[in-house]
């Protein structure tokens, strides 16, 4: 089970932290990402971590503002996102794969689980 928390209403150039708590299963031994769909739009990954975290991706339009870490210790998989921009409204799903994808790979269609999504807004 995936559980997403930390999503909220910020203005623009701000920061938030979203966590994804696991249950049932060990974080370290998937490959896991962060989603987002913005309204209206179809859903996009934002950045991937692969199992043995040698691998680390961003979309190009986070590359540099956000960042993808895993506490192995709490089960929890983390965004950080900093200088938050309007277009980055969406709810954000956190998800993991089985099969360990890697990068841009970790696409929507291979992902095994998926938490519930939490809401991010960033006010102009």
């Known amino acids: 089970q995936l559980v997403e928390s930390g999503g909220g209403l910020v203005q623009a150039g701000g920061s938030l932290r979203l966590s994804c708590a696991v249950s049932?299963?060990?974080?370290?031994?998937?490959?896991m990402g962060w989603f987002r769909q913005p309204p209206g739009l179809e859903r996009e990954l934002v950045a991937s971590i692969r199992r043995d975290t040698a691998n680390i991706y961003y979309s190009g339009s986070v590359k540099g503002r956000f960042t993808i870490s895993r506490d192995n210790a709490e089960n929890t998989l983390y965004l950080q996102m900093n200088s938050l921009k309007y277009e980055d409204t969406a709810v954000y799903y956190c998800a993991a794969d089985l099969d360990s994808c890697i990068g841009y790979g970790c696409s929507v269609a291979v992902m095994d689980y998926w938490g519930k999504g939490t809401l991010v807004t960033v006010s102009s």
């Open positions: 049932g299963g060990t974080v370290s031994r998937y490959s």
